[in-house]
């Protein structure tokens, strides 16, 4: 076994291992609480919920990680398809402190709404929550009011929102029913009211329980608020799923793709080839690509290969490379995923050199021109910097290629490989460029710089401060300055740490990275969209 | 000269005949009740005539509906089958009063013979041996036990057999009420009851001018409830002397009534003794007549023709092509289920599929099939609806071999490896049977059934038949997915649990299949995946391959393998609450109509406490409350028809207990019958 399949596997286990505490949730204790009450746990209503074999991907299964809060943030989302209609699916986790929202949950509860907006996807909520957690409030009260706002602008456009109520959902979280354009509530168990009997008795003096205030019986006969009155969560579910079989679903991106591609030599009018082969390349051979030190370059093309459609009828060449011979350290070219187009922009030789930026920045208008969706391939160091380049224009290049990630149209999609540092980050499309989606593999790092480098750069400026007092620099408490400035960095450069701060939206196994861009190009076309031709100046 | 023959009768019978007809080039005419309007025989016929109705006496039974159907199609010939109205000499004289060729017997043979008590007056003067008649006068303990015996019956309607004499007034009332309900003639006899008896029986081809044509014998010991089950020609261990002892018997009894046509002499044979005894004459073609058309190389049915055209014996003898050979052997496949006291079986048959099948109603051509050949008669096809109105025999299986052992295996092999989906049948036991080292010896009688149980050779529910099951029918939902079509199945980035599917096995008991997904496809515990694809499933283990094809239709999942079948059903993932079946519930176990309801609502019950009488193919199924309580729901009333699964009463408790059980009262049953006892004895 190579090393690098060694150390691959190693990260692979240990992710399996942070996911596994995101599905352990409340723990054994709390679980087991929660079962003898006959009640499910989030993934088990969500599997109940989606069509049978077909796919769910979780999305932020590690926010919150290295927060004091539990890992996953006691909510689940992701994407399912239910009743063969890509959904969003929000599912608190009530045996994570009754599903209490923290800063986190509504983190990854925002970054779901999020991708279902740009999407355009409807929403199930399968609610069971116990409303904020108190201590954290300042952090959740204000900017939580978007939840709300969310789902009502999510139903104005046209996306459908579900709300089904397992538990509690009271006091503010009583408008997520509220505000959802359908609402299933499970007897017996459901409980949603701005004010339960304690309040209410000290706020009027009147005597109440929590049925009579909020029960699904209640609300489904009386105030009208539930829509669908379910025996029990499964029924719940059930009716759930024929909520969205009925919501006459189209996937409205496909209607414009089909006129815009209906004239190309390969795939059909729907935009994408009914039949294609695998990827040329094993998936597995993803696991000894990547090297342990990231100073060591690797060939994206072996990637590519392991991630596009094959060699088919309908496709005569798996990747059809753009600009081969020009700004080498930046790897363009055409290909399919899932029978799908697709652009793919993929660093060769970890710096972005002028060329690269201005071939990128050519590459993206093109993209626009025949609305063909991008990947962003990262492993990279960032612009290069030097008298030669600066005076070269790299600035200006740089500038050009993020102007055109910026202001491009088509859906992005973003893997970090390996390194994403610098303004690397933002010209292959980082977070704060808002791909629709970003995945993560284990072996990638990001940040400003290299810790090594950032500590080194530190320490430069720090000698320069110390001797422009004139006084003697300490170099015991450099190298510890250095020492602990590289751990820290180091740790905050890790998938799991980004992860965890919601920078990204998953991290993955390579060897699923196909698999999870098949997804994403699917759900893309539940929203039409169309390349632009309008950027910003392009400085020259 | 017959040009244009119309078969009142349905199912194999008819096509059987239909088959002869199309060879020698007489046209055809069926007639139809409602409910066999789809069946092969009526698409098969030159022309078919509907017969309204579906029970037997406004259809098959009425006969001048059948008259009717004969002079509006111009049919100049009527074969009558077995059951229905072939042994019925009044329909033969009306038949031959209207004009038309009658192939059959004179109805005065038919009305001697009919008789069971005349008949043995007949051929005790004819020197044939017969059983002594008893009353309950003359019986004496030395006689028990004893067989009482409807006359004009037939197989085991009307049949009961007594172990004390002091039962034996009330047994002789018992059967004199059930065959005046079946043939509205109410005559019993008595006989002694030969317990490890052999049913041994000779087929005749008369020339009504007192030539009869001895086709050899046939044994149809292998009984279940006094209905043949597993026929088979030459019988196995009978002596030389004794077959020809019985032949001349057998000759004896036809010459004596110049009998026309086929018909086939019964007797007792004692295999202790070696002593045997005439039962009856049957006046028609007997249901197991292709173990002797494959020995013999003849036609029957075109014998028939031959006769009623006014051929003699010598003109009938010159149709056997050559001399008698081999062994062969029938199997009666029935829509029943042996595990729930044989109760017929009802429903969409799926996949009706017999490997290696050399022909279909026709003689083998043994020149050309080297050491083995499989008949095939059925009644029933792919897709034909299997009504619970008759009888639920699906078809007859004959295989043809040089030696007895390989005929057996022969058969059992093709049975083993049948697509037989959905009524439950009868065919594991017949596997069983065929492969027992008893049956095998020839250590064959009608009690074979009775004193042995047999393990069913099919794996049943087994974690593997479950497994591909499972495994099929999450392919079926991948294959039929309409986004993320090329999406690994069940794809997880964060696996929190196995797939489930629940499956019900026919006995009831329901077992989870585990199952993951994702990029190397599927994995469950115990088995290496090998292959899977909607209808297909290979699973390995302990280094054995075994392949298990899978048919889905609806919620019933078949599973065949070289391991047997099993039919699962496939629990819903949800049930809406509002076709929840409420507990307790007493559903009808088969379409019927409710005889007696012997409770009211609100009355309290015991466990087992009879709540209300259904009757279904002349049956009597008494439904008994699951569990102790309260009756809180009736729907029925008596009179009414009710469907399979139909909720019939509704009886609640205070415990949780699930499980609503209909039971079927032996003793209402045992000696009852099926309307295809009504067809053949």
Redesign the interface.
């Known amino acids: 076994m190579s090393d690098n399949r060694t150390a691959m596997l190693d990260k692979l286990a240990e992710l399996e291992a942070e996911h596994a505490k995101a599905v352990a949730g409340g723990g054994e204790k709390y679980v087991e609480r929660h079962h003898a009450r006959g009640k499910l746990l989030p993934r088990e209503r969500i599997e109940l919920l989606i069509d049978e074999g077909s796919a769910f991907l979780e999305l932020s299964p590690l926010a919150g990680w290295g927060s004091d809060f539990t890992v996953g943030a006691s909510v689940v989302t992701g994407i399912g398809v239910v009743e063969g209609v890509e959904c969003m699916i929000t599912a608190n986790d009530p045996s994570v402190k009754g599903g209490a929202s923290n800063p986190w949950t509504v983190k990854k509860i925002f970054r779901a709404s999020q991708i279902a907006e740009e999407n355009g996807l409807p929403t199930v909520a399968l609610v069971e929550s116990g409303g904020a957690d108190l201590p954290t409030q300042k952090e959740i009260f204000i900017p939580g009011g978007k939840l709300f706002r969310d789902i009502t602008r999510s139903s104005a456009a046209k996306q459908p929102t579900v709300a089904i109520v397992f538990g509690n959902s009271t006091a503010g979280g009583a408008y997520v029913p509220g505000m959802s354009d359908y609402t299933v509530m499970v007897k017996e168990q459901a409980k949603v009211f701005l004010g339960g009997p304690p309040l209410v008795k000290m706020a009027t003096g009147e005597e109440s329980d929590d049925e009579s205030l909020g029960g699904a019986e209640m609300h489904a006969r009386i105030s009208g608020l539930a829509d669908y009155l379910a025996e029990d969560e499964h029924d719940a579910l059930r009716i759930g799923r024929r909520i969205v079989a009925r919501l006459n679903w189209r996937k409205r991106g496909l209607d414009t793709l089909a006129g815009a591609r209906c004239s190309t030599s390969e795939g059909d009018p729907s935009g994408h080839a009914e039949t294609y082969a695998e990827p040329d390349a094993d998936s597995d051979g993803l696991l000894d690509l990547i090297p342990t030190d990231l100073k060591e370059p690797f060939d994206p093309r072996e990637v590519i290969a392991r991630l596009v459609d094959g060699v088919s009828p309908t496709n005569g060449r798996a990747f059809d490379e753009f600009k081969p011979l020009y700004g080498p350290s930046l790897v363009t070219g055409w290909a399919r995923i899932h029978g799908r187009p697709i652009g793919i922009l993929a660093n060769a030789q970890g710096v972005l050199f002028s060329e690269e930026a201005q071939k990128a920045t050519q590459f993206i208008q093109l993209a626009n021109q025949v609305d063909v969706p991008l990947l962003f391939l990262h492993n990279t160091t960032g612009y290069m910097v030097g008298k030669e380049y600066e005076q070269g224009g790299i600035i200006k290049h740089g500038a050009m290629m993020i102007n055109a990630v910026s202001n491009s149209t088509v859906p992005h999609l973003s893997v970090i490989m390996g390194a994403s540092y610098g303004a690397g980050n933002y010209g292959m499309n980082g977070r704060a460029y808002d791909p629709r989606f970003l995945f993560t593999w284990p072996s990638a790092k990001s940040a400003v710089m290299g810790p090594a480098q950032l500590a080194g750069v530190l320490s430069i400026v720090a000698r320069a401060a110390a001797e422009g007092r004139g006084k003697a620099y300490d170099e015991e408490a450099d190298a510890g300055m250095r020492a602990f400035i590289e751990a820290s960095v180091e740790e905050q450069s890790l998938p799991f740490f980004l992860s965890g701060m919601l920078y990204d939206d998953g991290v993955i196994d390579p060897r699923d990275t196909r698999t999870v861009l098949g997804i994403c190009l699917s759900v893309i076309e539940n929203k039409a969209y169309s390349g632009t031709d309008r950027f910003g100046v392009f400085r020259m | 000269m017959i040009n244009r023959l119309l078969v009142a009768n349905r199912g194999e019978i008819a096509r059987r005949v239909f088959a002869t007809c199309r060879r020698l080039g007489i046209e055809t005419v069926a007639v139809h009740s409602d409910a066999d309007v789809g069946l092969p025989f009526v698409r098969e016929a030159d022309a078919a005539v509907r017969l309204p109705g579906t029970s037997p006496t406004e259809t098959y039974l009425d006969a001048a509906l059948v008259l009717e159907a004969a002079r509006r199609t111009g049919a100049d010939a009527i074969h009558p089958g077995y059951g229905f109205l072939s042994e019925n000499a009044a329909f033969a004289r009306a038949v031959l009063d209207a004009g038309l060729t009658w192939v059959g017997p004179a109805p005065e043979s038919i009305e001697q013979m009919g008789s069971k008590v005349e008949s043995k007056k007949l051929m005790e003067a004819a020197g044939v041996p017969v059983l002594g008649n008893l009353t309950p006068d003359t019986a004496t303990e030395a006689d028990l036990p004893l067989l009482v015996k409807a006359s004009a019956g037939g197989g085991g309607r009307g049949m009961r057999v007594v172990r004390a004499l002091a039962d034996l007034p009330d047994e002789i009332d018992r059967a004199a009420a059930e065959a005046e309900s079946a043939f509205g003639d109410g005559t019993v006899f008595v006989e002694p009851y030969v317990e490890r008896g052999r049913h041994v029986e000779v087929q005749v081809v008369g020339d009504g001018e007192g030539q009869v044509l001895v086709l050899g014998e046939r044994d149809c010991s292998l009984q279940r409830r006094h209905q043949k089950v597993v026929e088979e020609s030459p019988a196995p261990e009978l002596s030389a002397e004794t077959a020809h002892a019985l032949h001349e018997a057998a000759r004896k009894a036809g010459e004596a009534i110049r009998y026309r046509g086929a018909g086939t002499v019964e007797f007792l044979y004692d295999p202790q003794t070696g002593r045997f005894w005439f039962l009856e004459m049957n006046t028609r073609l007997q249901v197991e007549h292709p173990v002797t058309e494959l020995v013999h190389g003849v036609d029957l049915v075109e014998m028939q023709i031959q006769v009623a055209e006014g051929a003699g014996v010598p003109e009938l003898a010159s149709l056997a092509a050559r001399a008698p050979g081999g062994h062969a052997i029938e199997v009666r496949l029935y829509a029943e289920d042996p595990a729930r006291d044989w109760q017929p079986q009802s429903g969409t048959l799926t996949a009706f599929d017999v490997p290696g099948v050399s022909v279909e109603f026709a003689v083998l051509d043994r020149a050309g099939l080297g050491r083995a050949g499989l008949r095939l008669d059925a009644g029933f096809e792919a897709g034909s609806e299997v009504s619970t109105h008759y009888d639920a025999m699906l078809a007859k299986v004959i295989a043809w071999a040089p030696t007895r052992t390989q005929a057996a295996r022969r058969l059992a092999g093709a049975l083993a490896g049948a697509r037989l989906h959905g009524p439950a049948t009868n065919r594991d036991l017949l596997v069983s049977v065929l492969r027992d080292p008893a049956f095998l010896a020839g250590r064959v009688s009608t009690s074979f059934l009775v004193d042995r149980t047999f393990d069913q050779p099919g794996e049943g529910p087994s974690r593997a038949a479950a497994t591909a099951a499972a495994l099929a029918l999450?392919?079926r939902?991948?294959a039929s997915?309409?986004?993320?079509r090329?999406?690994?199945?069940?794809?997880?980035?964060?696996?929190?649990?196995p797939?489930r599917?629940e499956l019900e096995a026919p006995d009831g008991s329901r077992s989870t299949v585990e199952w993951l997904?994702g990029?190397d496809g599927y994995a469950v515990d115990d088995f290496v995946v090998v292959a899977v694809t909607a209808d297909s499933v290979t699973l390995e283990a302990d280094g054995v391959r075994t392949t298990y094809d899978v048919a889905v239709a609806g919620d019933a999942v078949d599973v065949d393998s070289p391991r047997g079948h099993v039919r699962l059903t496939r629990v819903p993932?949800?049930?809406?609450?509002a076709d929840a079946v409420a507990s307790g519930s007493l559903l009808a176990p088969m379409p019927g109509t409710v005889v007696t309801v012997a409770v009211e609502a609100g009355a309290h019950v015991e466990a087992g406490q009879p709540v209300l009488v259904l009757e279904a193919m002349k049956m009597q199924h008494t439904v008994s409350a699951p569990h102790a309580g309260v009756v809180t729901e009736i729907d029925v009333k008596p009179g009414d028809q009710v469907a399979a699964g139909e909720v019939m009463a509704v009886v609640s408790t205070g415990s949780t207990t699930e499980d609503s059980s209909t039971t079927r009262d032996s003793s209402t049953t045992e000696g009852g019958s099926t309307t295809d006892e009504s067809e053949e004895a």
């Open positions: 999450a392919e939902s991948r997915r309409t986004v993320q090329g999406i690994p199945v069940a794809w997880r980035n964060v696996l929190s649990q797939q599917i997904g990029r993932r949800f049930t809406d609450p």
